[in-house]
């Protein structure tokens, strides 16, 4: 193969004075090195190890500033200082592949990382291992059982991932919800957070050695969870919030059973804290580590606690406030440094504003119905049945056909646990959708991952993974 | 070989019996975490529902050290051949638990990205439904199996058998 077709521009390279000059310097070295070792670069014709590798293509990283005309157009351009490193051994380096079946990876995440000694050079996120069609699978269901589908997403938190459904389709049939709905809705949200982050808090604490972390956040889990088997008759992937409102209404006595959450959840928070915010181990091995700048998680789409944590102050429930949460007070919580140890204290203090949310939503839970009395969208009770043709009508219609939403575009998007959950829906009229797009918090979180790693430790890696809280239901849907 | 005596005698039925025993009473799972159905595979392993009553809470996270792989989620076509490939690395004798709607069948999710049911990779010995299902089921599908590996014969080994 010749250097020609080796320079990341292809067949016709730019004038090297059209570029800096220090960076045209490094781009040689890279060049040099590239030849030594045999690493292909994309856009060039294939060589036959290439092509007779694996379905994963090449198993060697790729170099990461292939074309820097296309990093500045598209405003990322990361700086690479490995690049410029005279002193490197390239003996040293090996390639190490962890996951999609690794206990640390949360799922079916699968990284290659490229490692110098126990430096982690480059890491490239391989997902897909558990995309499931959702998306398609959106086209086939009419709107009233959509929520089966989404709600499978993000399965730590599948109330948000049905409200944000409910909502996007609610936006284009321009339905009112009654407050008492949206207060539900609100309540059950919330307290999937506080669950949400609780599995992140036990799974994070096993990642980095505080076994006992596993045990007290699922303990304390738990409580949720029996709440919302009473309220939705499962323990996940509920399809509760539904457009129109929510399935059924809260079950009697439900102001007891959400005290006693409090109870339960505070003093479990109170004993994390004691036990890990002076731990020289914890601290150690998540102050400083996993780091990402402001500005870096703004260019890589990152959101939620994450984004926070590195000090944007941007929560989707103050900025575009949904289900009427605007009116009730909160605080959102930010970092300094954007490191590990920032978003574990970011995310125990959600937990706790969360938990304030419930709690003013338990003093103020007005009377009502749960869901809208539009009848083209909510199907009759039970006794209209038998009283009403009409009624009999719409819940055949209802149940056989469902109902049909005009045709349009809506895009809707909620403070998911994990950041920005987003849903673009479009509408042909019919009563299914014609597409529905998901923007999901998790996919954006991973794409971000080679920022955050590059030059940590292996065993660094573990614990920046661990802190990001990815759902590989929600990044592969 | 006590399958092929025809009047197994006494000893050779209680070594048997010893052997099925001690085979339920410590069996080890691999982690096969994908996904809803992990997150109440793991709420089984901790405090609440407390799997290390069947002796089974030592989750391995190497295929070679275990002899239960739960299939705890939906199999994509991707991830199919991992599956298959760490179900090969498990020693014998091993066995299957399919864990939930997906994993049995291919549940709600009848598309183009999902293996219709783990059984057309891998063998499966006990079927959990629910979507997902909750501790209480998985921990009735790990007594199950322990009733089936009971009754079960000790030389009973994989691919042997038609």
Redesign the interface.
């Known amino acids: 193969m010749s250097d020609t077709t080796r320079t990341p521009e292809g067949e016709t390279p730019a004038p090297a004075a059209d570029r800096p000059a220090d960076e045209t310097n490094g781009r040689l070295d890279a060049d040099g090195r590239r030849r030594e070792h045999e690493i292909w670069v994309a856009g060039t014709e294939e060589p036959d190890w290439i092509t007779n590798a694996t379905d994963e293509g090449a198993q060697e990283m790729l170099p990461r500033d292939l074309d820097p005309a296309v990093s500045v157009q598209r405003g990322v351009t990361v700086t690479d200082d490995y690049l410029e490193e005279e002193m490197i051994v390239d003996d040293e380096r090996q390639i190490i592949n962890m996951g999609p079946q690794h206990p640390a990876t949360h799922g079916v995440l699968r990284l290659h990382m490229e490692l110098e000694g126990e430096t982690v050079r480059r890491v490239k996120p391989i997902i897909g291992y558990l995309h499931t069609g959702m998306e398609k699978t959106a086209e086939t269901l009419p709107y009233m059982s959509g929520g089966t589908n989404v709600t499978r997403m993000d399965y730590l938190s599948p109330l948000n991932n049905e409200l944000c459904y409910a909502l996007v389709v609610e936006q284009l049939l321009g339905v009112e919800i009654p407050s008492r709905g949206q207060a539900i809705r609100v309540l059950m949200t919330e307290l999937n957070r506080v669950s949400s982050h609780l599995i992140w808090l036990a799974t994070f604490g096993m990642d980095i050695g505080a076994l006992s972390m596993m045990i007290y956040g699922f303990r304390e889990r738990e409580a949720i969870l029996a709440f919302f088997e009473k309220v939705t008759g499962l323990r996940m992937n509920h399809n509760y919030i539904r457009p129109g409102g929510v399935a059924a209404d809260l079950p009697d006595g439900w102001e007891d059973d959400v005290e006693g959450i409090f109870d339960v959840v505070r003093a479990g928070l109170d004993d994390y804290q004691d036990l890990l915010n002076g731990n020289p181990i914890f601290l150690d091995r998540t102050q400083g580590v996993g780091v990402i700048t402001p500005k870096e998680a703004h260019q890589y789409g990152v959101t939620g606690p994450i984004a926070r944590a590195a000090g944007i102050n941007f929560d989707l429930r103050k900025v575009f406030p949904y289900s009427g949460i605007e009116q009730y007070d909160f605080d959102v919580p930010l970092g300094k440094h954007g490191d590990v140890f920032d978003r574990y204290l970011v995310r125990t203090e959600e937990i706790r504003q969360s938990l304030r949310i419930v709690e003013q939503v338990l003093e103020t839970m007005p009377g009502g119905d749960y869901r809208t009395d539009d009848r083209k969208v909510t199907p009759p009770p039970r006794k209209r049945i038998d009283e009403s043709m009409e009624a009999l009508i719409h819940h055949f219609k209802l149940f056989t056909e469902g109902f049909k939403v005009p045709v349009g575009e809506a895009y809707q998007a909620v403070e998911s646990p994990r950041g920005e959950l987003g849903m673009y829906l479009v509408s042909k009229g019919a009563a299914k959708p014609w597409r529905l797009h998901v923007r999901t918090p998790s996919f954006a979180t991973v794409q971000s991952l080679p920022v955050m790693m590059t030059d940590l430790i292996v065993a660094d890696v573990i614990a920046t993974l661990a802190s990001l809280d990815p759902v590989l239901g929600d990044v592969d849907r | 070989m006590a399958g092929e005596t025809s009047n197994p005698n006494f000893l050779l039925t209680t070594l048997e019996k010893g052997v099925n025993w001690t085979r339920t009473r410590s069996m080890w799972p691999a ?6 159905c ?3 595979m ?2 089984t392993g ?3 529902y407390d799997i290390s009553r069947f002796g089974m809470e030592v ?1 391995r ?1 190497s ?1 070679r050290q275990a002899d239960l792989m739960i299939v705890a ?2 199999v ?1 076509q ?2 199919a051949p ?1 599956l298959r490939q ?1 179900y090969d690395q498990m020693a014998e004798p091993k066995w299957v638990i399919s864990m939930g709607a997906c994993a049995s069948t291919g549940g ?2 009848n ?4 293996v219709q049911g783990v059984d057309e990779i891998v063998p499966v010995d006990v079927y959990v439904p629910g ?2 299902p ?1 501790p209480q089921s998985l921990l009735h599908g790990i007594l199950t199996l322990q009733d089936k590996i009971m009754s079960g014969e000790i030389t009973r080994a994989r691919g042997l058998i038609v």
């Open positions: 982690t096969f975490g994908l996904a809803c992990a997150i109440e793991m709420a901790t405090a609440h989750f996270a295929p989620g939906r994509s991707k991830m991992v760490v709600m999710f598309n183009y990205a999902l979507c997902p909750g």
